[in-house]
């Protein structure tokens, strides 16, 4: 099956820079990639996806890159604010297999 | 309802006790997941249903678990004779159809003593 590799398990920035946390995956069917921030207590919040067919997506401040040949994506947040400090996780899941798998999580925290 | 909506929040009980868990999903979402949370570590899969029918029950752990949709839309989540390391978040996602983004709910938090 498929297993997701996450990296770094924690990360601290200072307000205002860029903070970047990388995955790898093994199944070299997966073709799609969403990243989830999860707040204490909370549930996991998508807040971008990449499918196979691009190489990159950006969102205002965050991005998302894939390169499938390495098999690896990337998650890019620019311009860090105090509101970006939670767990963050990326996941993959093959086509024709909706369940995802999920790394072992990035734990970001902004220093104001 | 706006989101992914769970009850309880949390469920304390007892080694060998059975319990329930519910996950109601945003209205009209066809597809529902439920997924195991442990301490420090990301979601796990356990069940798929698209509709009524579990589609893909392959992360269930063992046979204490068991799932139901009866209707397409909640589901209940049950385990049977709970055990120490059965404490974990259970988290619950729906999803338009097959393959398309699903969104969690808060979760369940549930700790067997």
């Known amino acids: 099956g498929e297993n997701v590799e996450q990296h770094p398990s924690t990360l601290s920035v200072q307000e205002g820079d860029s903070a970047v946390i990388k995955c790898t995956y093994s199944d070299s069917a997966s073709n799609y990639f969403p990243w989830y921030k999860q707040e204490l207590g909370k549930g996991p919040q998508l807040i971008i996806d990449?499918?196979?067919?691009?190489g990159e997506k950006k969102d205002q401040r965050i991005a998302v890159t894939l390169n499938k040949t390495a098999k690896h994506f990337s998650l890019h947040i620019t311009e860090t604010q105090p509101e970006d400090s939670a767990v963050y996780f990326c996941?993959?899941?093959?086509?024709?297999?909706?369940?995802?798998?999920f790394g072992t999580g990035t734990r970001l925290t902004i220093i104001p | 309802g706006a989101g992914v909506s769970q009850t309880p929040s949390n469920k304390v009980t007892e080694k060998g006790k059975y319990v329930e868990l519910r996950c109601d999903p945003i209205s009209g979402h066809t597809a529902l997941y439920w997924y195991r949370q442990s301490l420090g570590q990301g979601p796990e899969f356990l069940i798929y249903f698209q509709g009524t029918g579990a589609a893909d029950d392959s992360g269930l752990p063992n046979d204490r678990f068991f799932a139901v949709r009866p209707e397409g839309s909640v589901s209940t989540l049950k385990i049977q004779r709970t055990e120490r390391g059965d404490s974990a978040v259970y988290l619950c996602?729906?999803?338009?159809?097959?393959?398309?983004?699903?969104?969690f709910g808060p979760g369940t938090r549930l700790l067997v003593l």
């Open positions: 990449i499918r196979s067919n691009v």
């Open positions: 996602a729906s999803s338009q159809g097959a393959t398309e983004t699903q969104y």
């Open positions: 996941a993959a899941s093959p086509v024709g297999n909706e369940k995802l798998t």
